[in-house]
């Protein structure tokens, strides 16, 4: 089956120190790929996107992922995080096109200390 | 209001009550979905629907009953729920072709089942 896979459950930086956040999908067909972020209390908002093109995308809040075929890895990253950056980082993979349903990862838990 | 939003925010209902939760869209959007999040797994999806046709039902248990009465409204009615089924529950909304895996999220119901 098709799955996304975050291998942390939980992150915790310093703030200003920079941040990956890992994202692995199983093989299939195109991948289309995504970044969501949940605050506390909140629904998912959507940082970034890749469907096709240059494999290295920026969104928005500083955010930016690059996609590495090769490795099946979608990972996001932030040169300098800031403490309104703690929150639950989803990744999510639609595989072709159409209407296919997004495959979420369980998400990593992002602390921010000073 | 933009965006989409979801009432009640915070639900608490004995496992014999009938109750409902409503989403609704203002985004122009024609496809709408149910998801459930419960702590420490990956996002459910549970229902879809297309230009106001439910196109995917992942095997949800009949005490969860969508409505999807025009393209800017969802709802979702609950009865004689368990225990298992307090979650957070997100609505989410998309155009229905092209880029249907673009979703947007409202801010969720939390449901308390006792």
């Known amino acids: 089956a098709q799955s996304v896979t975050q291998p942390d459950i939980h992150i915790t930086v310093s703030e200003g120190a920079s941040l990956e956040l890992r994202c692995n999908y199983s093989?299939?067909?195109?991948?289309?790929l995504f970044w969501y972020v949940q605050s506390p209390g909140q629904g998912l908002q959507l940082l970034l996107k890749?469907?096709?093109?240059?494999?290295l995308v920026q969104g928005i809040k500083g955010f930016e992922a690059e996609f590495k075929r090769s490795q099946s890895s979608f990972n996001l990253r932030k040169p300098s995080v800031h403490w309104s950056d703690a929150a639950e980082y989803f990744c999510?993979?639609?595989?072709?096109?159409?209407?296919?349903?997004?495959?979420f990862g369980k998400g990593t838990r992002l602390s921010v200390i000073a | 209001e933009t965006g989409v939003t979801q009432t009640p925010r915070h639900l608490v209902m004995g496992m014999t009550n009938k109750k409902s939760l409503k989403c609704e869209q203002h985004?122009?959007?024609?496809?709408m979905y149910w998801y459930k999040q419960s702590a420490k797994k990956p996002l459910e999806l549970m229902f879809v629907?297309?230009?106001?046709?439910?196109?995917e039902n992942n095997s949800v248990p009949s005490r969860f009953s969508p409505e999807c009465p025009n393209s800017s409204h969802l709802f979702l009615h609950l009865h004689t729920l368990q225990p298992e089924d307090s979650a957070l529950y997100l609505c989410?909304?998309?155009?229905?072709?092209?880029?249907?895996?673009?979703?947007?999220f409202g801010p969720g119901t939390r449901l308390t089942v006792t």
């Open positions: 985004l122009g959007h024609n496809a």
């Open positions: 989410a909304s998309s155009q229905s072709s092209g880029r249907a895996w673009e979703q947007y």
């Open positions: 093989y299939g067909a195109t991948p289309y």
């Open positions: 629907y297309s230009l106001e046709e439910r196109v």
């Open positions: 890749y469907f096709s093109g240059d494999t």
């Open positions: 999510a993979v639609a595989w072709n096109s159409g209407n296919t349903p997004l495959v």
